[in-house]
């Protein structure tokens, strides 16, 4: 599917993020945004989510998958330089608030289980016991 979202559309959402001075563009991240707003969209079997909706979950995500490349500062200082990031590696698209406000507008779901696939696997991997309880066994005294 096309493309949903435009370059300024997600420097709006970034704000004072985006690196204004090197201007990155930003049609990677919008090529993997749009990528994972096809699936949900897929996902979507009751038509639930609108075409305005679908930009907004690619635009969202998008800036998300900026923020890590770009990591986003928390906090800042000047004077013998310090800085601190946000985010938390690990958590998939729950790791940025861009993220975060993505999976929000996905009413579906999907997005909120794939990121739990992401982060946990998508298959668990289990044993059961398949025989019966020791005291439903039947006692042999001869084996013989």
């Given at each position: 599917?096309?493309v ?27 090529a ?8 949900v ?64 507008l ?9 990121n739990?696939?992401?982060v946990?696997?998508?298959?668990k ?7 019966k ?12």
């Open positions: 599917m096309a949903r979202t435009t370059d300024t559309e997600v420097k709006a959402i970034l704000l004072g993020q985006y690196d204004l001075s090197g201007e990155p563009a930003l049609t990677a991240f919008i993997t945004a749009s990528s994972l707003t096809d699936y969209d897929t996902c979507d079997t009751l038509n639930e989510l609108s075409t305005a909706t679908l930009e907004l979950i690619e635009r969202w995500l998008a800036a998300h998958y900026y923020a890590h490349a770009d990591q986003l500062a928390q906090s800042k200082s000047t004077g013998d330089a310090s800085s601190s990031f946000q985010g938390v590696t690990g958590k998939g698209l729950e790791s940025t608030q861009y993220g975060q406000t993505a999976i929000n996905d009413i579906t779901g999907c997005l909120a289980k794939k739990r696939e992401m946990e696997g998508k298959v991997a289990g044993i059961t016991w398949l025989g309880a020791k005291s439903d066994q039947t006692e042999y005294v001869d084996r013989d």
